[in-house]
């Protein structure tokens, strides 16, 4: 994974804990949940990045 794809989730990461910091602060249901979705976005996408990560890993281990 490269420094600029973990500096972007990581920024979207901290975009959706600020909406959900947001939303329940405001009692905003609706800002919240859409945060609650851009960080498991986030997530899902750090995931999908290691598991790359670990193929190549294993792919050059075997090479």
Sequence with gaps: ???ADKAKN????L???AKQ???EAT???RLYAEGQAQEA?????????HVKD???DVRDALS
């Design 10 to 13: 990581k920024a979207e990461e």
């Design 15 to 17: 975009a959706g804990k």
């Design 1 to 3: 994974m490269s420094i």
């Design 41 to 49: 976005s986030a997530h899902a996408k750090q995931a999908g990045e």
């Design 54 to 56: 670990a193929g190549r």
């Design 27 to 29: 009692d905003n249901e």
């Design 21 to 23: 910091g947001i939303g």
